[in-house]
């Protein structure tokens, strides 16, 4: 079909090239068949012959139209405010790279769907809304939740080799591919991970990472949470999940409190309990387990972590917004203690930091 329309609108041009129609023939049939980058470039063309029309009436057409530039440059008022509110370094799921804010850029802008969003806004004017939810869409990402079990790769290690698929492999660096793997089948281009997003060498970021995490994992996508002691028959009524090592550490609390959409994975990669929920924060038997662990009920100052482990991480009180977690969530707000031990536990990666 399109490509019928595409021959029709060469005719249409070989005919009278000075014609805007032809070109306004071709970008139809360009952004049909979904070659979004020709479609501007036939957009350009048309709207060149418009503006240098001497007559009025065509001239007048040029309203009708929003040029790639204006798109751009609304889409460049966009990015600003959603990368404000994103990670500093994220792993690009389809090459493996840490990429940093302007190199998320450059792939966006090379990619169908800048294209596609600068062609569609041809017909229409400037809408900011879509266009913020359009981008927000690409630049979306995961979280990655789980217990340091060792040397965890480091930002500097995925560098050396380029990409999270090139690491060696050892069993820390599998589990980094294991998350990347189910976040890019769940349909994910960007996921963060505490190993290897953060440049540990650098204190000012280091520092910002640390400030910036909660609203990291607030306003991600999602957050994926690994359970490495739990076991896959894990039954309803075990508490594996209230009992794991995951629910001893201090730092983590935050990461269940804060995402919207969290999913928990066990030893083996497999959802716990089979729960096939989207958000296992909705999930009754999910959502009861948790809640009978002690998350329902915050006080008014501090909360605690429940009962059942050893060490002082578990005792560390964290402020606590008191909304009520189970009815509605509330923000846990990490004290000096608990920044400085996860300071620590970046920079070392011992195994009972986190």
């Avoid at 930002?155 to 492999?169: A, P, R, Y």
């Avoid at 959802?271 to 296992?280: I, K, R, V």
């Amino acid at each position: 079909m399109w490509e019928d329309a595409q021959t029709d609108a060469d005719e249409v041009i070989k005919r009278d090239p000075s014609s805007y129609l032809g070109y306004e023939r071709k970008y139809v049939a360009l952004h049909g068949a979904e070659d979004y980058g020709e479609a501007n470039n036939a957009l350009l063309h048309m709207l060149s012959i418009i503006e240098s029309s001497p007559d009025a009436e065509i001239w007048r057409l040029r309203a009708n139209y929003t040029t790639p530039r204006e798109t751009i440059a609304a889409i460049d008022i966009a990015i600003p405010e959603i990368f404000s509110l994103c990670p500093l370094v994220l792993i690009d799921l389809t090459t493996g790279r840490l990429c940093n804010a302007q190199e998320r850029i450059q792939i966006f802008k090379s990619e169908t769907p800048f294209k596609k969003l600068v062609s569609e806004t041809a017909t229409r004017k400037i809408d900011c809304v879509h266009i913020r939810q359009s981008v927000a869409k690409y630049f979306k990402w995961i979280m990655f939740s789980h217990t340091w079990e060792g040397r965890e790769p480091t930002l500097k290690d995925v560098n050396l080799v380029n990409s999270v698929w090139e690491l060696d492999d050892s069993p820390l660096n599998e589990k980094l591919r294991q998350f990347c793997t189910t976040a890019s089948e769940d349909g994910y281009r960007w996921a963060w991970s505490d190993t290897c997003c953060i440049d540990k060498d650098t204190s000012a970021i280091l520092s910002q990472s640390l400030i910036a995490m909660y609203n990291w994992y607030e306003k991600a996508e999602e957050t994926l949470v690994y359970l490495a002691d739990v076991l896959s028959s894990a039954e309803l009524g075990d508490l594996a999940l209230t009992n794991s090592r995951w629910m001893t550490r201090a730092w983590t609390l935050q990461e269940l409190l804060a995402s919207k959409v969290i999913r928990f994975y066990n030893r083996e990669w497999k959802l716990y309990l089979n729960d096939m929920h989207a958000n296992h924060k909705e999930s009754p038997a999910i959502k009861q387990e948790l809640c009978s662990s002690g998350y329902g009920s915050p006080s008014r100052d501090h909360h605690k972590l429940p009962a059942g482990g050893s060490g002082s991480a578990r005792e560390t009180p964290v402020s606590v917004d008191p909304q009520g977690h189970c009815g509605g969530g509330y923000r846990v707000l990490p004290d000096r203690n608990i920044l400085e031990q996860h300071r620590a536990s970046l920079r070392v990666g011992e195994n009972s930091a986190r």
